[in-house]
């Protein structure tokens, strides 16, 4: 019977559901609608709501779920993504690892060391103007 055929759904769809009425996820090429789940996730509605409406699989990996987890997660399968929308599995080229960026990166490394030596600073003037 059609009703079997697994639904394929476009990210641009995906994309619309990402609040709390109506919250899916993208999970290696699989579509969730965890609307009902959110309560109920022991991770939290909050994770769940950030990655609302896109594909969430990196984050979900990360978390390093349980095999219980997996089997969860079929209940609230609804479909796959199209084709079209899937990411290769192979690592996208990251910001960090392009040429214009790494300027801008040893800037932010500059403000990382800033703010502790401020910190610093303030916390030896303040020791010595109070004792
Ligand atoms: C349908 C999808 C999901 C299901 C069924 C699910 C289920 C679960 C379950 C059963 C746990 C308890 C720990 C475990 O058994 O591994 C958990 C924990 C957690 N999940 Fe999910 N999860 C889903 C998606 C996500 C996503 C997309 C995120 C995004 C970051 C996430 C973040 C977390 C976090 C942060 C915890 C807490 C881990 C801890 O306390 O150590 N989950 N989830």
Redesign the pocket.
């Known amino acids: 019977m059609s009703e079997s055929k697994t639904k394929i759904f476009r990210l641009e769809e995906v994309k619309k559901n990402k609040n709390s009425k109506s919250t899916w ?1 993208v ?1 290696h090429n699989s579509v ?1 609608n ?1 609307t009902e ?1 959110l309560n109920e ?4 509605e909050e ?2 709501l ?2 609302a409406g896109r594909d ?1 699989s990196e ?2 990996e ?9 089997e ?2 079929e ?3 609804i479909g796959e993504l199209a084709e079209e929308d899937r990411v290769k599995t192979e690592r996208k080229p990251q910001a960090w690892s392009s040429d214009a960026s790494s300027a801008s990166s040893k800037d932010n490394n500059w403000n990382a060391w800033l703010i502790p030596v401020v910190i610093g600073i303030v916390t030896i003037v303040l020791y010595k103007y109070l004792s």
Not at 41 to 44: A, D, F, I, V
Not at 62 to 70: E, K, T
């Open positions: 996820v999970i969730y965890v789940f996730h022991p991770g939290g994770v769940l950030e990655q969430a984050a979900f990360d978390v390093g779920h349980s095999s219980d987890a997996r969860m997660m209940k609230y399968k």
